[in-house]
């Protein structure tokens, strides 16, 4: 199956500071979707972004399909965004069947 | 929309007892899927519906698992007899039929002791 790496597993930021999570990923995919999962335990869509760029507010992501990658970008961090970031992938656009990283921890301190 | 809709939020169970986690999906969506997270594994997918049919359960663990969806706006993962090792935080999600994009309930939390 796809084997899906995060980096780094683990980040410990200061308010305010600008921050970039990499997803690696083992073969071609048509689904890649960014999640954070809260303090609280719940998965929250980011970006659906199979190829290309998105941005929303601080958050921007870009995946490079062909170089088999993803980038999320968090801009000036505020303590909120604490929790675990995960990427997922699935090989079908038609599915959201998903195979998931293990996470990238970030603790934003104030 | 309400998202979809997990019950219970918490469970404990003692090992050998039969427990039911329940899932309503997004209305208008036609795929559901079940999700495990454990620290040793992560998120791990268990089984998907599509159109109420399981399509793929390769990710069930054993046999004590079972999974249905009688309707399209509900689902039941079954454990039986659960065993410590059953602990986990287990999601439901649900996304449209053709559509990528999986959107997920707030899980059950089960401690089998």
């Known amino acids: 199956g796809i084997q899906v790496e995060q980096s780094p597993p683990d980040l410990i930021l200061q308010e305010g500071a600008n921050s970039t999570l990499r997803c690696n990923f083992s073969?071609?995919?048509?689904?890649l979707q960014w999640f954070h999962q809260n303090p609280w335990g719940q998965l929250i869509n980011l970006f659906y972004?199979?190829?290309g760029t998105k941005q929303n507010g601080r958050l921007s992501a870009t995946t490079g399909a062909t170089e088999r990658y993803s980038l999320l970008y968090i801009s000036s961090s505020q303590t909120t965004d604490s929790g675990v970031y995960f990427c997922?992938?699935?090989?079908?656009?038609?599915?959201?069947?998903?195979?998931f990283g293990q996470g990238t921890t970030l603790q934003v301190k104030p | 929309d309400a998202g979809v809709i997990q019950s219970p939020r918490h469970e404990v169970t003692e090992m050998g007892q039969e427990v039911t986690l329940r899932c309503k999906p997004i209305s208008g969506h036609n795929s559901l899927f079940w999700y495990r997270q454990t620290m040793m594994r992560g998120l791990e997918l268990l089984i998907y519906?599509?159109?109420?049919?399981?399509?793929?359960d390769s990710g069930m663990p054993e046999d004590r698992f079972s999974a249905k969806m009688p309707n399209a706006s509900f689902s039941t993962l079954k454990i039986q007899p659960s065993e410590p090792r059953d602990s986990a935080v287990y999601f439901c999600?649900?996304?449209?039929?053709?559509?990528?994009?999986?959107?997920f309930g707030q899980g059950t939390r089960l401690t089998v002791v």
């Open positions: 073969d071609s995919v048509n689904n």
């Open positions: 519906f599509n159109n109420n049919v399981p399509i793929d």
């Open positions: 999600a649900s996304s449209k039929t053709g559509g990528p994009e999986a959107f």
């Open positions: 997922a992938v699935g090989r079908s656009s038609n599915t959201g069947k998903l195979i």
């Open positions: 972004i199979p190829s």
